[in-house]
């Protein structure tokens, strides 16, 4: 195989160059801030949330499965109307917390691929984030009930 000078006459010391002048460097003291207030912010509409339920008079595990919900149902329809990522633009790692991060994760791949069709669009990339989290947790949780069930003697 030829290498990069003698294929394209571009040498690694020149490309690096090209690559750090195309490189645009983080304002991460801008991003840093704007992350911690729409993560706070999804945190606190969570807790509202929860106070809202457990007002409205539901159990504990009630409340929690409802938050929990409302949530997904929330992000999964930022995701569909095209604003979640919108917000993820300005908010970074801040939309990614957990629950309505992988609401979006699963809900983005079917909403890109829709116009190719049920079964083949939405029905195949739906499970292209979420499969292997779900194929891996279902693993996980048998290895560690095994070692449980092995060491609980």
């Not at 409205?56 to 992000?75: D, P, Q």
């Not at 309505?100 to 990339?125: D, H, Q, W, Y």
Request: aromatic share 10%; charged share 15%.
């Amino acid at each position: 195989m030829q290498d990069l000078t003698e294929k394209t006459g571009i040498t690694k010391e020149h490309y690096a160059r090209l690559v750090t002048a195309a490189d645009r460097p983080s304002k991460w003291y801008k991003n840093l801030p704007k992350a911690f207030i729409i993560g706070g912010l999804i945190c606190l509409s969570g807790q509202v949330l929860s106070a809202a339920y457990s007002a409205a008079g539901l159990s504990e595990k009630a409340v929690a499965s409802a938050v929990s919900i409302t949530l997904i149902f929330i992000s999964a329809l930022l995701t569909g109307l095209g604003l979640y990522e919108k917000i993820a633009k300005h908010a970074g790692a801040g939309t990614l917390v957990p629950i309505t991060g992988f609401a979006n994760s699963v809900c983005a791949p079917a909403v890109e691929f829709r116009t190719e069709g049920f079964i083949t669009g939405l029905g195949a990339k739906i499970f292209i984030i979420c499969g292997p989290v779900i194929l891996y947790g279902t693993l996980a949780s048998i290895a560690y009930g095994l070692i449980y069930w092995l060491f609980k003697a």
